[in-house]
């Protein structure tokens, strides 16, 4: 059974940098991604990194946030530098199984950007 525990959300102000993990339990992964939404829209995906270390980011974090995976582990870390309040959102991890190729999602974890 999949099993993933995210932390490391909180209250940050502009300008300021928080790192969020989760860790990955029950199966080997393919693809580990952050993605994050904000009510009322819909989630959208930050960045992805997948088992042979190909990245994607969303314009919008581009140069300021990294994706990392410890595979041993099965962790995946998104670093977020120069935090925006537009940043301000609830980010999930979400991964792919290596074989079946089903998604995953963790429960969310409150970023806010503020002064």
């Known amino acids: 059974q999949v099993q993933l525990v995210e932390s490391g959300g909180g209250l940050v102000q502009p300008g300021g940098s928080l790192r969020l993990s989760c860790a990955a339990s029950?199966?080997?992964?393919?693809?580990m991604a952050w993605y994050r939404q904000v009510p009322g829209n819909q989630r959208e995906l930050v960045a992805s990194?997948?088992?042979?270390?190909?990245?994607y980011y969303v314009d919008a974090v581009k140069d300021r946030f990294t994706i990392s995976r410890d595979n041993a582990k099965n962790t995946v870390t998104l670093q977020m530098n120069s935090l925006k309040p537009e940043d301000t959102a609830t980010y999930y991890c979400?991964?792919?199984?290596?074989?079946?190729?089903?998604?995953?999602w963790g429960k969310g974890t409150l970023v806010t950007v503020s002064s």
């Open positions: 979400k991964v792919v199984t290596l074989f079946s190729l089903k998604d995953y």
């Open positions: 029950g199966s080997l992964f393919s693809v």
């Open positions: 990194l997948t088992a042979n270390d190909i990245t």
